[in-house]
């Protein structure tokens, strides 16, 4: 189904609904904190397009066939820009992907692998050594689909997002 997949950077009127999309996804995933646990996060996840505004930071959309938005992630050039917890801003070299997310009833569909896939070759572009990102294991999915694309852990690059742990992956260019 990938290849009936349109995947581009996101569009001003799409923020408010990739938002919602991504605020709806990650709020329905068993053991990950609630709103009220983690507002400032939801917060985030909400306005996703403000990461349009960071330097070398993308917005990429996965868009069906019939033109639905279906998910999206965050891309940085730049991993000053990537604004997690830990080390990862301090890493020289690579490109960094957050908050991927896939509408449920696409999940199956190759969505978060283009979207992934994406932000690789754009690391690639950049001449970046390597991609980095952040999982929970909340996301155990997400997990095992990253180590399978050749991801691997990368303990130092974990720290703890208001006492929830968050584990970071590298992938080697």
Not at 104 to 127: D, F, H, M, V, W
Request: glycine share 12%; with cysteine.
């Amino acid at each position: 189904m990938t290849s009936s997949l349109e995947i581009r950077d996101i569009r001003k009127e799409e923020f408010l609904l990739l938002g919602q999309l991504m605020v709806e996804v990650y709020a329905n995933l068993e053991g990950f904190p609630s709103q009220e646990e983690q507002p400032k996060y939801y917060e985030m996840l909400a306005n996703i397009g403000r990461f349009t505004e960071k330097k070398d930071t993308k917005v990429l959309v996965a868009l069906s066939k019939e033109g639905e938005l279906i998910g999206g992630v965050v891309y940085f050039g730049d991993m000053a820009q990537y604004g997690s917890g830990g080390t990862a801003t301090s890493v020289k070299n690579a490109s960094g992907i957050r908050l991927l997310g896939v509408d449920p009833k696409y999940r199956g569909s190759g969505a978060g692998k283009a979207l992934t896939n994406a932000c690789i070759q754009l690391a690639k572009e950049k001449g970046h050594a390597e991609v980095v990102l952040h999982t929970t294991q909340a996301m155990q999915i997400a997990w095992g689909f990253y180590e399978k694309l050749g991801f691997e852990r990368s303990k130092d690059l974990d720290f703890m997002q208001e006492g929830f742990p968050v584990f970071g992956f590298r992938l080697a260019l």
